[in-house]
Nanobody, 114 residues
Framework: QVQLVESGGGLVQPGGSLRLSCRASRSVLSFQTLGWYRQAPGNQRELVAAFVGGATTKYADSAKGRFTISRDAKNTLYLQMNDLKPEDTAVYYC?????????WGQGTQVTVSS
């Protein structure tokens, strides 16, 4: 069983930055894919950014140029979010996959508001 614990969410003004962290119960290098999703009220959960194989990353169009996904050599995944906009408000979830298993964290709330 894999456990994922997110942290770093909060309230930030438009244009501000946040850094999300996801601590996994095993090495982040052991997962086939590892990334961040988000879900706003009334919306489906959507991909934000992910490692999709080795060091290859994938970003949502809305995240390109503003968000950066990274990981350390141990068990933590990060999402640096800059120039945040009100439409980035959502619960952000960490996701890890080792086929056929798909693991989710409990989520961390990000609210962008003045």
């Amino acid at each position: 069983q894999v456990q994922l614990v997110e942290s770093g969410g909060g309230l930030v003004q438009p244009g501000g930055s946040l850094r999300l962290s996801c601590r996994a119960s095993r090495s982040v290098l052991s997962f086939q894919t590892l990334g961040w999703y988000r879900q706003a009220p009334g919306n489906q959960r959507e991909l934000v950014a992910a490692f999709v194989g080795g060091a290859t990353t994938k970003y949502a169009d809305s995240a390109k140029g503003r968000f950066t996904i990274s990981r350390d050599a141990k068990n933590t995944l990060y999402l640096q979010m800059n120039d945040l906009k009100p439409e980035d408000t959502a619960v952000y979830y960490c996701n890890a996959r080792i086929k056929p298993q798909n693991y989710w964290g409990q989520g961390t709330q990000v609210t962008v508001s003045s």
